[in-house]
């Protein structure tokens, strides 16, 4: 069992950047990727980044493709965001999350972090 502790996160400009963190613990070992997934309001949960624990290969979406990136601190078990070129399309609720599957599919993620609000402005 790991657990999630999103930090970051808020109102910006279109064009603006934003950085989200993620502070995993617990059974650190057992995770295999770390995502980063977001909802928007009446829309399903959607796939935006993710980063393997060990190797640190990093997998991203086309619609946020050459915008964001996700680092990974694994000294400190700490996982970020960063998101460039803000559009209002890329408003929702971002969570982190921890799987143990070589996947990028919500439902093969375990383990999820409490949600941070980002909303963009136009």
């Known amino acids: 069992q790991v657990q999630l502790v999103e930090s970051g996160g808020g109102l910006v400009q279109a064009g603006g950047s934003l950085r989200l963190s993620c502070a995993v613990s617990?059974?650190?070992?057992?995770?295999?990727?770390m995502g980063w997934f977001r909802q928007a309001p009446g829309k399903e949960r959607e796939f935006v980044a993710a980063i393997n624990r060990i190797g640190s290969m990093e997998y991203y979406s086309d619609s946020v493709k050459g915008r964001f990136t996700v680092f990974q601190d694994n000294a400190n078990n700490m996982y970020t965001l960063e998101m460039r070129s803000l559009k209002p399309d890329d408003t929702a609720v971002y969570y982190c999350?921890?799987?143990?599957?070589?996947?990028?599919?919500?439902?093969?993620?375990?383990?999820w972090g409490q949600g941070t609000q980002v909303t963009v402005s136009s």
């Open positions: 617990g059974r650190t070992s057992s995770v295999f990727r």
């Open positions: 999350a921890a799987s143990s599957m070589r996947s990028l599919q919500v439902a093969d993620f375990g383990s």
